[in-house]
């Protein structure tokens, strides 16, 4: 069966430091990967995906993963965090092919100033 | 155009009370999904529909909860007899079919007192 881990719940950083957010994966088939973003009391939205291709994945707001099947890892990057990157970030995974994503426990990103 | 829109935002009901939660998906959107996302937690599967009929409902949880989407757009998830450990933040989610990346709503708030 499908599992999420996202080990980090919370990562606190200063404004303008790097970040690097943690998820790992297990999967038995290829399996396409996603990082979703989640604002206070709203739904979750989509920052960037892996379905084939390239490793590393560029989305918006300036984020980036790398997928490393080896590892079975796919980190969410930021050179840069800005204090309206505070929010909760979800990684998800689903088997190639099917529609069933199954999420992680999220990780709490805190920019401070 | 526009997102997906669920309805109400909020919801308060008393324990044992019958609740209605809305899902209006992106238009031309084929596929609909149904999430819960428990405090702390990641959203979990509840039911997905390709078109009219729920191709799979594995993810709800017992009897009390049932979902239809007669016309293939607007979808409605219904819940009997409600128990307090039925209060979560109900996600609707939808993508053009069931192997294109899912768009999330802002999800209903669901408490049962």
């Known amino acids: 069966a499908q599992s999420v881990t996202q080990l980090d719940s919370q990562v606190p950083v200063f404004e303008e430091a790097p970040v690097e957010l943690r998820c790992n994966y297990s999967?038995?088939?290829?399996?396409?990967l996603f990082w979703y973003v989640q604002y206070p009391n709203q739904g979750l939205q989509l920052l960037l995906k892996?379905?084939?291709?390239?490793?590393l994945v560029k989305g918006i707001n300036g984020f980036e993963a790398e997928f490393n099947k080896s590892q079975t890892s796919f980190h969410l990057r930021k050179p840069s965090v800005h204090i309206s990157d505070t929010a909760e970030y979800f990684c998800?995974?689903?088997?190639?092919?099917?529609?069933?994503?199954?999420f992680g426990t999220g990780t709490r990103l805190k920019v401070l100033a | 155009g526009a997102g997906v829109s669920q309805t109400p935002s909020n919801k308060v009901t008393e324990k044992g009370k019958y609740v209605e939660l809305r899902c209006d998906p992106i238009?031309?959107?084929?596929?609909l999904y149904w999430y819960r996302q428990s405090l702390g937690q990641g959203p979990e599967f509840l039911i997905y529909?390709?078109?009219?009929?729920?191709?799979?409902d594995s993810g709800l949880p017992n009897d009390r909860f049932f979902a239809v989407r007669p016309e293939g757009s607007v979808s409605t998830l219904k819940i009997q007899r409600t128990e307090r450990g039925d209060s979560a933040v109900y996600l609707c989610?939808?993508?053009?079919?069931?192997?294109?990346?899912?768009?999330f709503g802002d999800g209903t708030r669901l408490s049962i007192l």
């Open positions: 989610a939808s993508s053009r079919d069931g192997n294109q990346p899912q768009h």
């Open positions: 999967s038995s088939v290829s399996v396409y």
């Open positions: 892996y379905l084939s291709g390239s490793t």
């Open positions: 998800a995974v689903s088997e190639r092919g099917t529609y069933k994503y199954i």
């Open positions: 238009s031309g959107h084929t596929a």
């Open positions: 529909f390709q078109g009219t009929g729920a191709a799979d």
